[in-house]
């Protein structure tokens, strides 16, 4: 029983690569299905995101190797064999199980502690298990990653704290609103970032927006896109006093949002306060502005340092996360070699109550009087006797298998008690 995990991310393959070998949804299972027609005896679960392709394989008798996955995926995607595994790094049993559970708990993200990397990696693993492409061992160890992720999550810091830019802007806007519903935001300019703070505040409940651009038409693009209103830039001075939050972004040279404009419009806002975001360089919104009661500025710099703050929160975190996880790790890999001795126990017992049924079958004609009940105790002494004799043995392999000696254990049993693999009945004597 062997695990290996073969696959690429964004420190090791750029974007064209990535892309190259990226699964979906929609040929995941054709590839289980191919990969298990041509090893039957293996389990695999094929892991595909933007940041990362991975297959994880467990082969029952340990049997395959990096080059046939290799293999297997430069084949499914059309890829020269050579090219292809340059990119790819392969860790094997516990550095493979080590690195699943990094994965899970996304320290090995892009950004540290997002957690989408979760949901993608419990996805992965259902679409597997509903293709029956997964057994005792990969069900044991997704399940198993699920757990360490959730531990890492709960026990550090890890996921604390915002880290884009527009995770953090509507963090502070929430700290003034504690709701959006009912609150106007205006937004100066149409740009990527403005995309992003209109899309996080409209997923925090946000549902006016309204959007002055130089361009008209791409105003109105941006604001169709959310059902909001576009206005001509010339209005902007009189949609002030009407805005609760407003996000300017333009690539105006000078300021586009002035100190008695913005003076002018508080007065008509009868105590409510207006928040601002300046992501413009140079800044679209004159700093004079922050003096204003009632009025709350933040600039791209005042956002930027909140991120880096939360990364090296976060970045800290990572000992204790490192810790945690090796300790799951210790624990599956105990489980594993478990797993791995229990044929051998299971055949153990068989060998021993075959000996006894072949003893009862020997002695019953002999007890010709012997009425049923009777008989029935009789049988339930012989499997009671023989599970107590098997007890002790059982527990001492399993034992030795956490501490890695359960096979030398195993075969030494099996010498003594002349246990061969062939014989499904024992031999006679």
């Known amino acids: 029983m062997s695990i290996i995990v073969v696959g690429l991310n964004h420190k090791s393959a750029p974007v064209e690569i990535r892309e190259k070998l990226a699964f979906n949804a929609n040929n995941i299972p054709a590839a289980l299905s191919q990969f298990l027609q041509k090893y039957p005896s293996s389990e695999a679960v094929i892991l595909s995101t933007c940041n990362r392709v991975e297959m994880y394989v467990s082969s029952l008798e340990g049997t395959l190797k990096f080059e046939d996955i290799l293999a297997f995926l430069s084949e499914f995607h059309k890829i020269e064999m050579n090219y292809l595994s340059t990119y790819l790094y392969h860790y094997i049993d516990d550095r493979a ?212 703050q939360n990364i090296d929160e976060r970045t800290r975190e990572i000992e204790k996360c490192r810790s945690l996880i090796e ?39 002999k007890l010709k009087e012997v009425g049923n009940e009777d008989w029935e105790q009789v049988v339930y002494t012989m499997e009671r006797t023989i599970n107590k004799l098997l007890h002790h043995p059982a527990k001492v392999a399993k034992q030795e298998a956490k501490n890695g000696g359960g096979y030398r254990y195993v075969e030494t049993i099996k010498k003594l008690f002349g246990i061969f693999h062939h014989h499904s009945n024992p031999p006679h004597q």
């Open 97 to 308: 199980v080590n690195h699943l559970f990094f994965v899970a708990a996304s320290l090995d993200s892009m950004v540290l502690g997002e957690s989408q990397i979760l949901s993608q990696v419990k996805e992965a693993y259902t679409i597997a298990s509903v293709e029956e492409a997964t057994g005792k061992v990969l069900n044991q160890l997704f399940q198993q990653s699920l757990n360490a992720a959730k531990l890492v999550h709960t026990k550090t810091s890890l996921g604390k704290g915002k880290v884009s830019i527009s995770s953090v802007a509507v963090e502070f806007a929430e700290k003034i609103f504690q709701d959006f519903t009912g609150k106007t935001v205006l937004v100066v300019g149409a740009g990527e970032m403005c995309e992003l703070l209109i899309k996080h505040l409209y997923e925090e409940g946000a549902r006016t927006f309204v959007v002055a651009n130089r361009t008209f038409e791409r105003a109105q693009e941006l604001a169709n896109a959310y059902q909001g209103q576009a206005i001509k830039y010339e209005l902007l001075g009189e949609y002030l006093a009407k805005a609760d939050i407003i996000i300017s972004s333009t690539s105006a040279p000078h300021y586009v949002i002035h100190v008695d404009q913005v003076k002018e419009a508080i007065k008509h806002r009868r105590g409510n306060p207006m928040f601002l975001i300046d992501i413009a360089v140079p800044r679209d919104i004159e700093p004079g502005i922050a003096n204003i009661d009632n009025v709350y500025l933040y600039n791209i710099d005042d956002l930027q340092s909140v991120v880096a």
């Open 327 to 365: 300790e799951e790790v210790e624990h599956f890999m105990a489980r594993l070699e478990e797993m791995k001795i229990e044929p051998a126990i299971t055949h153990l017992r068989n060998h021993f109550h075959n000996i006894g049924k072949e003893e009862l079958n020997r002695l019953k004609p």
